[in-house]
């Protein structure tokens, strides 16, 4: 079975359990259902970054904020309906990536240097936002519940997981697209060898900055829909490193720089969360305990992820 047929299988597959858990599926298991979306998406967003263009970021809860502060502030202070301030929020965030992505490229920062910059802005924001009264502070903002669609507010947990599926479907369409494109092909050659792609002509600086952005949107998006969601943001929850970890999670356990893989991780690492959650209530952080776990044997064991592991061995079996 070459990829593309892996790619497909795994397609229906992902389509067909989605449906059915629309469908079927109500209560606590939807909101954890909703959780594993939210997760795919923000892995998805940092895949585009790190998985495929190779730069390794720990600030993602940067984006994830800003775009749930923004479309938040629009609604309660401007009355926008958040339909409007999701894609304010994603062009806000765009914006800031490129200004992170500038600063950091510009400079030459690289793998673990770029990776504590994007730390350091993180906490920066994380900071400003915690302090100043204007965005709520450390207080947060409140959400006013009025179940209205054209307020981005629902009755039924229902709608909400099939808008996080679309929005989920629309990245991976998106790199899908972006894979078989000059843009796709240009951040695998900076990823494989950055100086040997500017010898050849590939525009450095500016297919980073096309990464970030894009990355800095999906992450955006998936902030926007956190806050209408749960109705409740503050700084200590939307620029928390926990943010952040949770995209890289996805990618490592599934397999970054591929389709699915962030899909197939998030999948895993959500339930698995919730499992161990309710096993060790007394326990503060066992999430986090269980990504350093989760992370390290994965690194060990499967760096290319289950899902990079799939395709790897399906091409070694094809080539015997």
Known sequence: ????????????????????????????????????????????SWNIMSGYAGQFSFGHAVFFGIGAYTSTLLYTMFGVSPWIGMFVGAIAAALVGSAIGFLSFRYKLRDDYFALATLAFAEIFRIIFNNTKVFGGASGILIPYVQNAAEFQFASDKTYFAIILVLVAAATVFIAFMTRS???????????????????????????????????????????????????????????????VEAIVPCIIGGSGTLYGPLLGALLIIPLQEICNSAFTSISGVNMILYGVLIAAFIIFCPDGIYGRIIKFANKKRGK
């Open 182 to 244: 000059k843009l796709g092909l240009n951040l695998v050659a900076i990823k494989a060898n950055q100086e040997a792609a500017a010898a050849l002509g590939v525009n450095v600086l500016k297919y980073k900055l096309i990464a970030i952005s894009a990355s800095a949107v999906f992450a955006a998006l998936a902030g926007t829909f956190y806050s209408q969601y749960y109705g409740f943001i503050d700084p200590s929850i939307v620029f928390a490193s926990a943010i952040s």
């Open 1 to 44: 079975m070459n990829t593309k047929k892996i790619n497909n299988v795994t397609l229906i597959s992902l389509a067909v359990l989605a449906t059915a858990f629309l469908i079927v599926a109500d209560g606590y298991i939807l909101c954890i259902g909703i959780s594993v979306l939210i997760a795919a998406l923000l892995g998805q």
